[in-house]
């Protein structure tokens, strides 16, 4: 089994047809075909199930796409990084974010990185921690920014200037909206929105022994999708202050958790991780930017 298998595979399977799959990679439909039959053979599985205009995939198959799509991805990454190692002018960068305000703090030093090396590409993923750890983990990012303190026996990191709290976003013409921060109390009995990392962590240590009365209508990872379900009336939004448009024209409010609950950010990336140059810079710059910010200088 090689790449060029594993790309083949990964055209069929996105296609969902033979023909245009082979036209795609301007190979002949016979000889696309006769790679997948043959990887069939190698691998001792059915990959796809062959209807009369189109195939789909098996149980089988799915998991080697998603194996394939990381190895692809791993390879395509490995290519860039050896071309770019002697590329002053430019390079890649490969981010896993959570959601956060805060990020504007990663986006800045991109900024100027991109302003002094107009050459360099990043690529950004969002997720939560295990998304993010797990493709951090693979070697298919270069750092990942998490909202909870990484392992440090795993990975080495640096902290954010500014962290983030909690809050809940709600109608502007709801009761709750009178109030100057919610306390745990307030939610008991009400239909909530969040995410299952925040729900299990932060936002269950915050309730205590109130956590049990608490409901969880349904649970996101992006902020924004739920905001859609506060604004048509189905529950109330947990989330970090910044993620959601809570303007005037909204007829959405943010209201801060009682007690506080603030949390702190943290770029990580692997220990003992070999960097390419770009990176090396980049790391370097963040390094000495957030650090002046911390001191206040």
Known sequence: MDLRSLRYFLAAAREENMTRAAEQLHVTQPTLSRAMRSL????GKKLFLRHSFNISLTEEGVLLRDRAEDLITMADKIEKEFLSLDDITGGELYFGL???????????????????????????????TEQVTERLDKGLLDFAVLCEQPDPRKYDSILFPEGDIWGLVLPSNDPLAQKGAIRAEDLIGLPLFTSEQGWDGDIKIWAGDRFGSLHLEGSFRLAYNASLFV??????QLTFRHLVDTSAETGLVFRPLSPKVEVKLYLIWNKYQAFTPIA????????????????GT
């Open 231 to 236: 604004r048509e009336g189905l529950g109330y």
């Open 98 to 128: 959570a959601e956060s305000y805060q990020i504007r703090y990663l986006a800045r030093e991109l900024r100027v990185l991109k302003e002094q090396v107009p050459g360099l590409q990043y690529h950004i993923t969002s997720g939560d």
């Open 40 to 43: 069939e053979d190698e691998l």
């Open 280 to 295: 090396e810079r980049f790391l370097a710059q963040v390094r000495s930017s957030f650090s002046a910010q911390q001191s």
